[in-house]
């Protein structure tokens, strides 16, 4: 089976980007528009490790927050879209007091990925307790964006959440967005910013992973002495 990494990385000129994966480092080539890419040959149908880095040109590396990203384990060819993490302030979210007390969610694992499935996985900090991640979008099996047919994602390990979709039921591009939503009432806390995600479904047999973080700008207040 071959995995085609495909990730959106801003560098200058001399930087390179890596990805690491079970233990090995590949070198992924540019492409355009801060588009790189590289391809792996799976050989275990077993869930997996990985990351990127950036190399500079002194050879030092900027490493990505969070360090470790998870696939799923799959029976097929695998696209995966994701977009490599530089240190924010949403940092702070993903430390213990935030996901072990103020923000905790039972831990689920990610499903087995099978022909003509896609897995969507989004980086969203500082979900309250009370809260839960959903998924909306302009075709009718992504619920017309109609909050009450909103699709609820499954919390997975620290600040991630995932939903599996069939791509069968996605019969040509539509536009998406995710949302934070209150569990008691379903009513929608917030939307992330920014322009509608688009989601193409893949030709023939292969499955998607698309992983990304949830677009907000957090604001920040000091408190004098």
Not at 187 to 211: D, L
Request: with cysteine; aromatic share 12%; proline share 4%.
């Amino acid at each position: 089976m071959i995995i085609t990494f495909n990730s959106h990385c801003y560098t200058y000129w001399g930087q390179n980007l890596f990805l690491h994966i079970n233990g090995e480092t590949v070198a992924m080539h540019y492409v355009a528009d801060s588009q790189w890419q590289c391809s792996y040959n799976l050989t275990a149908k077993t869930e997996m490790v990985y990351n990127y880095f950036v190399q500079n040109p002194e050879q030092s590396h900027i490493v990505e927050s969070p360090k470790t990203r998870i696939l799923p384990a799959t029976t097929t060819d695998l696209q995966v879209f994701d977009t490599f993490r530089y240190q924010s302030m949403a940092h702070i979210f993903r430390t213990t007091p935030f996901v072990d007390a103020l923000c905790t969610h039972a831990a689920n694992k990610l499903p087995k990925l099978t022909m003509q499935k896609s897995l969507l996985i989004i980086d969203v900090p500082a979900v309250e307790s009370n809260q839960g991640v959903g998924l909306l979008g302009a075709s009718q099996a992504l619920g017309q964006w109609q909050a009450e047919r909103l699709i609820p994602l499954r919390a997975g390990q620290g600040t991630s959440w995932f939903v599996a979709i069939d791509n069968r039921a996605m019969y040509d591009s539509t536009e998406y967005k995710f949302v934070v939503y209150d569990l008691a009432t379903g009513a929608i806390v917030r939307w992330e910013e920014g322009a509608n995600r688009r989601f193409m479904p893949p030709a023939g047999s292969t499955s998607v992973v698309i992983a990304d973080d949830f677009r907000q700008q957090f604001t920040w207040r000091g408190a004098g002495v």
